[in-house]
Nanobody
Framework: VQLQASGGGLVQAGGSLRLSCAAS????????MGWFRQAPGKEREFVAA????????NYADSVKGRFTISRDNAKNTVYLQMNSLKPEDTAVYYC?????????????????WGQGTQVTVSS
C-alpha cells in the first residue's frame, strides 16, 4: 500500500482544514487507517484512527470534539477534518495503514506510512 497525504496549509487559529490520504492498491478496505502528527522537536504522536469499515474510530484526547476521521473505501481515501484549530496543532501530519480490523494508537503497529503534509496554525 502506498499512501499520499495532502491538504495541509497555513490557517489562523479557529479555522479548519481537511486532510486527505489517498491509498493505492485494491485492498484498501482491509486496512485500518490512522493519522499521526509530529511537531518540531517532538515525537510523532497519535491523532486518530478508523476501522476498515469506518464503523469504529478512536481519537487522542487533545483532538476529541474538534477532529473527525472518516474514509471512503470506494475512493481509497481517508480524511481528517480539523476544526477549531489551535497553534499547538501545528505539525507535520502523517497517514498510516495497518492490515486488519483493529484500531491502534501506537506507531509500531502500522505497516505503511505516507510522506506527511504540513499544517501550520497561526495565533
Amino acid at each position: 500500500v502506498q499512501l499520499q497525504a495532502s491538504g495541509g496549509g497555513l490557517v489562523q487559529a479557529g479555522g479548519s482544514l481537511r486532510l486527505s490520504c489517498a491509498a493505492s492498491g485494491r485492498t484498501f478496505s482491509r486496512y485500518a487507517m490512522g493519522w499521526f502528527r509530529q511537531a518540531p522537536g517532538k515525537e510523532r504522536e497519535f491523532v486518530a484512527a478508523i476501522s476498515w469499515t469506518g464503523g469504529s474510530t478512536n481519537y487522542a484526547d487533545s483532538v476529541k470534539g474538534r477532529f473527525t476521521i472518516s474514509r471512503d473505501n470506494a475512493k481509497n481515501t481517508v480524511y481528517l477534518q480539523m476544526n477549531s484549530l489551535k497553534p499547538e496543532d501545528t505539525a507535520v501530519y502523517y497517514c498510516a495503514a495497518v492490515y486488519g480490523s483493529s484500531l491502534y494508537a501506537t506507531l509500531r503497529e502500522y505497516d505503511y506510512w505516507g510522506q506527511g503534509t504540513q499544517v501550520t496554525v497561526s495565533s
